[in-house]
Every structure is written in structure tokens, then in C-alpha cells.
Nanobody
Framework: QVQLIESGGGFVQAGGSLRLSCSFV????????VAWFRQAPGKEREFVSA???????AAADSVKGRFTVSRDNAKNTADLQMNSLKPEDTAVYYC???????????????????WGQGTQVTVSS
């Protein structure tokens, strides 16, 4: 059984920064790939960034150069550092995890078995 707990969301002005954290409760975190997705009102959930168990990473074009994903296997956490935030980054951000996510599926939400409850990020203009 796995539980994911997101934290770090909030309200920030455009150009500001936030750091989201995903705490993993369960066994063998280092074997899991972790991804961040987001969903804005009236829109479908979309891939943001991910870090595999082998530390390969991926990011959506819309966040490249602004968002950085990382993990700390000793602390069972995965973080998303978000810089130069824009109003269009406003969404609920979800952490997701799964074992053995192949590289070609890293952006696919169906590849992830476990999901957090989400944390709201609001960026004002």
C-alpha cells in the first residue's frame, strides 16, 4: 500500500516561485517513478514533470527551463521547484507514483498507480 501526500501549494504573484513536495508513505520508494500532473478548472489533467527510479527526468514543454523535479530517496520525497510562475500555471497539482514506469510512458497518467490528493497553486497576474 502506498500513500502520497503533497504539500507546498499556495498563492503567488506572477514571476514568483513555489516548491511542491510529495511525501511517499510505503516501502521501497527508490523503486518508484514519481510524476507531477496538474489540472486547471475546465481542463483535462496534464503532465508536468517526472523523475524515474533511475533519475531520468522529463518535463512538459510549457514548464521546461522553469520547473525542476528532484527526489531524495533517503527522505522518501520528490519535489517540484517552480520558478517564474505564470497565471496559466494555476491548477491543482497532483503527485503520482508507480513502479517500473518505462521511459516512453513517463508522461502518461495511466502509467501511475498511486495518486495524492492534490495541492492548489494559484498564480496572480
Amino acid at each position: 500500500q502506498v500513500q502520497l501526500i503533497e504539500s507546498g501549494g499556495g498563492f503567488v504573484q506572477a514571476g514568483g516561485s513555489l516548491r511542491l513536495s510529495c511525501s511517499f508513505v510505503g516501502q521501497s520508494f527508490r523503486a518508484y517513478s514519481v510524476a507531477w500532473f496538474r489540472q486547471a478548472p475546465g481542463k483535462e489533467r496534464e503532465f508536468v514533470s517526472a523523475i524515474r527510479y533511475d533519475r531520468n527526468t522529463a518535463a512538459a514543454d510549457s514548464v521546461k527551463g522553469r520547473f525542476t523535479v528532484s527526489r531524495d530517496n533517503a527522505k522518501n520525497t520528490a519535489d517540484l521547484q517552480m520558478n517564474s510562475l505564470k497565471p496559466e500555471d494555476t491548477a491543482v497539482y497532483y503527485c503520482a507514483a508507480s513502479r517500473s514506469v518505462i521511459l516512453s510512458q513517463i508522461r502518461n497518467n495511466e502509467a501511475y498507480a498511486w495518486w495524492g490528493q492534490g495541492t492548489q497553486v494559484t498564480v496572480s497576474s
